[in-house]
């Protein structure tokens, strides 16, 4: 649940027919955010829309945003500008364009956006996105822009469609429980995602077949809590995720499972033992903490302590002893002191995480921590993220280092930046590049790994690569 940049075109650029209609979705924010803006393309297929690469290219634009923090919104609205030229000069060319803002910042500011871009056409949260060609053809025939931001009883799943276009590469996200219950003081998420809910095992399983089926060697389960999923099971009880995560590995074949954002109040006993005996479990976490100071912790609602996290990250080690550890940290919430602080350093120093992504608190209307007194100075911030990035900085280099001189299984997910290059991800999710046939794309094969650099690491494919 973390970068904001604008991640890239979702489905690959595909020929526009002239029956066609060309698409183009941005997508800012989480995985969730990506994986909707998958499904969104899904929905709208049938009516003819076919991904192209550029907005020029489109007749119907998609923003999905994202409201995390503030400059997130203000991105939105920077695009907007620019995307309202891109309308205006197609309009000169006698082209029509369909303009729509999806996302959390379409449900938390839905009115605003119309009242600031009054050339928006379609307005529509993240739970209404399965009526988009219902709402295509209202905006056509409308006068006015359409907005929907209700919270629907129906939950969108059921009537998305089963055809899924997979992601090329052989990894997939696919979302199993979606929302919020939790209430953390600074996060807008229970307001734009609305309650916690889970899909069905039975839904979840026939999804991850069909992306099976269609290469798919890794899925990333996602959800606001995806520990807190509870999903009715095909036999009328309650599965968990260690549950699922099991019946995908064993039954669908699913040969490298990963899960995000898991909430340190939800890792239950049976999904620690899973990551002991289960091997298509990687073993990477992405543990979000927020803060290591017990005061800040209770003043955020998170719902544990500092110790408590290292407990369960010792439990966690103990069951997979190659276990990595990422994680989600925010300086200066309201009340945080220096003392506070500290403490957040002593956590990061005491356990040692392979990634991080860290940021200023930054107040959200309608969320408890915005009116709290004592918000912390604007430098204060800066001072205590520099110090705090400098330190996971020196984590995650040290981490990777010691990569260094192993053979490790790689899953091919794309080409590289460099011509005849291609690029993956170790087990460890980290980015790795090497020389190597566009063949192996969708595929794991071993690499040695030579050298690590800021964000990625290189190296050769070893003899014996391929696993297919
Ligand atoms: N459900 C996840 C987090 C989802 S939001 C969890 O509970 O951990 C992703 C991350 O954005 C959070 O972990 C937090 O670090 C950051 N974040 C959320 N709201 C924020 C805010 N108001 N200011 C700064 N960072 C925030
Ligand atoms: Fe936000 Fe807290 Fe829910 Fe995570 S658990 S989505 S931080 S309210
Ligand atoms: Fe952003 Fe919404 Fe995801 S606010 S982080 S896109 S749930």
């Not at 069905?200 to 990333?220: H, K, Y």
């Not at 995000?260 to 620690?272: K, V």
């Not at 520099?386 to 010691?402: G, K, P, Y």
């Amino acid at each position: 649940m973390n970068s904001l940049s604008p991640r890239p075109g979702m489905a690959q650029p595909e020929p526009v027919t002239p029956s066609a209609r060309g698409l183009h979705v941005i997508t800012w924010g989480c995985q969730m955010n990506v994986y909707d803006s998958e499904r969104m393309s899904d929905v709208l297929r049938p009516l003819g829309y076919r991904a192209v690469g550029t907005p020029d290219a489109a007749d119907m634009i998609i923003l999905n945003t994202c409201h995390i923090r503030d400059r997130a919104a203000e991105k939105v609205f920077s695009e907007l500008g620019r995307l309202r030229l891109v309308k205006e000069e197609r309009a000169t060319r006698g082209m029509n364009t369909v303009l729509a803002v999806a996302g959390c910042v379409a449900q938390a500011e839905g009115r605003e956006i119309l009242a600031r871009a009054p050339y928006v056409d379609i307005v529509l949260g993240p739970q209404t996105y399965h009526r988009l060609p219902e709402m295509v053809a209202r905006a056509a025939r409308a006068a006015g822009a359409v907005i929907e931001t209700d919270f629907p009883v129906e939950q969108k799943f059921d009537f998305l469609p089963a055809e899924r276009v997979a992601p090329a590469g052989g990894a997939a996200f696919l979302t199993i429980q979606e929302g919020c219950d939790k209430f953390c003081s600074f996060c807008v998420v229970p307001y734009t995602r609305g309650a916690e809910s889970s899909r069905p095992a039975a839904a979840v399983l026939a999804e991850a077949r069909r992306l099976a089926a269609a290469g798919v060697r890794e899925i990333t389960l996602l959800g606001q809590n995806v520990n807190a999923y509870h999903g009715e099971g095909p036999d009328g009880g309650t599965w968990g995720l260690a549950r699922l995560a099991r019946v995908l590995a064993d039954e669908v074949g699913i040969e490298r499972i990963r899960y995000t954002t898991s909430h340190p109040r939800d890792m239950e006993d049976d999904l620690i033992a899973a990551h002991g005996d289960l091997p298509q479990l990687m073993p990477f976490l992405h543990l979000p903490v927020q803060s290591g100071s017990d005061r800040v912790l209770a003043a955020m609602n998170r719902g544990h302590t500092a110790d408590e996290y290292r407990v369960l990250v010792d439990r966690l080690r103990s069951a997979r002893p190659d276990l990595a550890l990422s994680s989600d940290f925010i300086v200066g919430h309201p009340g945080e002191t220096d003392a506070d602080f500290a403490d957040t350093m002593r956590l990061i120093r005491d356990i040692g995480f392979a990634q991080a992504y860290s940021f200023k608190y930054s107040s959200r209307p309608g969320t408890p921590a915005a009116g709290a007194g004592a918000q912390v100075p604007e430098d204060v911030k800066d001072a205590r993220l520099q110090e705090l990035q400098a330190i996971l900085r020196v984590q995650q280099d040290t981490f990777n280092d010691a990569t260094v001189g192993r053979v490790t299984p790689v899953l091919f997910t794309g080409r590289g930046r460099k011509p005849g290059q291609i690029s993956g991800k170790s087990p460890w999710l980290q980015a790795v590049n090497v020389e190597g046939p566009d063949s192996l794309i969708g595929r794991v094969a071993n690499v040695d790994i030579r050298h690590t650099y800021t964000n990625s690491l290189g190296g050769v494919l070893t003899e014996e690569t391929d696993r297919a």
